[in-house]
């Protein structure tokens, strides 16, 4: 065997064994999620933020050309086809398995953390519709009277402001969770993505390659808070959406009316798709014209701008990804937030978590 093919199959089986293994929680908290990753993504953000353009696009740009070369290559010659086909499929096994090795090391391999439950040690006891209708009345409450002041914050701060204003809110929960450092936040950025994003109706990504953000252009002032408190949780290692929902909605909480606002509206939003009809409108009832606005200008951003089977599509895909990454419940996933929530409300200690001081 050459060289090059004894590196090829070392590098597919190096990622057959990291996608299969059976990894313990409490090694990779230990030397992953606290170890190794706190102080990589702390650099690679760093760096990553002088750009303003997304290392991903770049990422996505020079394979495509890579690819586009070596099949080029592969396929030009008559005759010889088959044995070249071989090659450059290997060849791209291999990059597709030095994506996955990067993918899992750089921050995938934080799905595999202890489950923010049990880390906060919350109650298990299934949570009750009337504890997420409670939850609910709260959220449209908080909403009501902090319109007026989220609204005239939001007209004065920028895009700037807003990251700069609530960059220590993100410090202060992390480390209330536990977190030694907290994670760099880092900027929102536009992307060659923005049109996908627009159509799949997504706020916004973490890139796992350069641990940056990259945001949906059409976002409106109410939502872009807690849509940067989200994926910078997912910068400080919390991969699954329940647990960046919930350390994003935390860290709102700590933040400026605008974000406050931004945080209950995010929350409002997931627990009206959890409750059945009769709950639903009732709940709905309680919400003053400010709120019930804003939901309106989001639920027409996304119409304008969806496609809705490449929508459905898509996150049937997203779904298989969260379950390849063993989130069992895929992009359900998203929902739980709200347990989160009700149940950290039913424990003492996790309480001091919601109460900002
Ligand atoms: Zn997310």
């Given at each position: 065997?050459?060289?090059?093919?004894?590196?090829?199959?070392?590098?597919?089986a190096g990622?057959?064994?990291?996608?299969?293994?059976?990894?313990?929680?409490?090694?990779?908290?230990?030397w992953?999620?606290?170890?190794?990753?706190?102080?990589?993504?702390?650099?690679?953000?760093?760096?990553?933020?002088?750009?303003?353009?997304?290392?991903?696009?770049?990422?996505?740009?020079?394979?495509?050309?890579?690819?586009?070369?070596?099949?080029?290559?592969?396929?030009?010659?008559?005759?010889?086809?088959?044995?070249?086909?071989?090659?450059?499929?290997?060849?791209?096994?291999?990059?597709?398995?030095?994506?996955?090795?990067?993918?899992m090391?750089?921050?995938?391999?934080?799905?595999?953390?202890?489950?923010?439950?049990?880390?906060?040690?919350?109650?298990?006891?299934?949570?009750?519709?009337?504890?997420?209708?409670?939850?609910?009345?709260?959220?449209?409450?908080?909403?009501?009277?902090?319109?007026?002041?989220?609204?005239?914050?939001?007209?004065?701060a920028?895009?700037a402001?807003?990251v700069?204003?609530?960059?220590?809110?993100a410090g202060?929960?992390?480390?209330?969770l536990?977190?030694?450092?907290?994670?760099?936040?880092?900027?929102?950025?536009?992307?060659?993505?923005?049109?996908?994003?627009?159509?799949?109706?997504?706020?916004?990504?973490?890139?796992?390659?350069?641990?940056?953000?990259?945001?949906?252009?059409?976002?409106?002032?109410?939502?872009?808070?807690?849509?940067?408190?989200?994926?910078?949780?997912?910068?400080?290692?919390?991969?699954?959406?329940a647990?960046?929902?919930?350390?994003?909605?935390?860290?709102?909480l700590?933040?400026?009316?605008?974000?406050?606002?931004?945080?209950?509206?995010?929350?409002?939003?997931?627990?009206?798709?959890?409750?059945?009809?009769?709950?639903?409108?009732?709940?709905?009832?309680?919400?003053?014209?400010?709120?019930?606005a804003d939901?309106?200008?989001?639920?027409?951003?996304?119409?304008?701008?969806?496609?809705?089977?490449?929508?459905?599509?898509?996150?049937?895909?997203?779904?298989?990804?969260?379950?390849?990454?063993?989130?069992?419940?895929?992009?359900d996933?998203?929902?739980?937030?709200?347990?989160?929530?009700?149940?950290?409300?039913r424990?003492?200690?996790?309480?001091?978590?919601?109460?900002p001081?």
């Open positions: 065997m050459e060289t090059r093919n004894l590196v090829q199959a070392g590098v597919i990622a057959l064994g990291t996608a299969f293994a059976a990894w313990s929680p409490a090694w990779v908290e230990r992953f999620a606290t170890g190794f990753y706190p102080h990589w993504q702390r650099g690679l953000t760093a760096v990553s933020n002088l750009l303003p353009l997304p290392w991903l696009d770049l990422l996505v740009a020079a394979a495509l050309v890579w690819l586009g070369r070596l099949w080029w290559q592969a396929l030009r010659i008559p005759g010889r086809r088959l044995v070249s086909s071989g090659r450059a499929l290997a060849s791209t096994a291999t990059g597709a398995a030095c994506l996955y090795l990067v993918f090391g750089s921050w995938g391999l934080n799905y595999q953390r202890l489950p923010m439950s049990v880390r906060l040690a919350l109650d298990a006891a299934p949570v009750t519709t009337d504890e997420v209708v409670r939850l609910g009345e709260d959220a449209a409450g908080q909403l009501n009277s902090l319109h007026g002041a989220a609204t005239a914050f939001g007209r004065q920028g895009e402001e807003m700069v204003a609530l960059a220590p809110a202060t929960i992390q480390r209330q536990g977190q030694a450092r907290p994670a760099v936040p880092a900027r929102l950025k536009g992307s060659l993505f923005g049109q996908v994003f627009r159509w799949n109706g997504v706020d916004a990504m973490t890139s796992p390659f350069g641990l940056e953000v990259l945001v949906n252009p059409d976002l409106l002032a109410v939502e872009r808070p807690f849509v940067a408190a989200h994926e910078w949780a997912h910068l400080a290692g919390y991969a699954v959406e647990e960046a929902s919930f350390v994003g909605w935390l860290t709102c700590r933040g400026d009316p605008l974000a406050q606002y931004s945080g209950w509206l995010a929350l409002y939003w997931q627990v009206v798709a959890e409750l059945p009809p009769v709950r639903r409108a009732a709940l709905q009832a309680r919400l003053q014209a400010g709120p019930r939901l309106d200008a989001i639920a027409a951003r996304l119409r304008r701008g969806e496609l809705p089977r490449l929508r459905l599509v898509s996150w049937l895909m997203y779904d298989q990804y969260l379950k390849a990454n063993r989130v069992e419940s895929g992009v996933s998203y929902g739980e937030v709200v347990s989160l929530i009700v149940r950290a409300r424990s003492t200690a996790a309480r001091r978590l919601l109460l001081d």
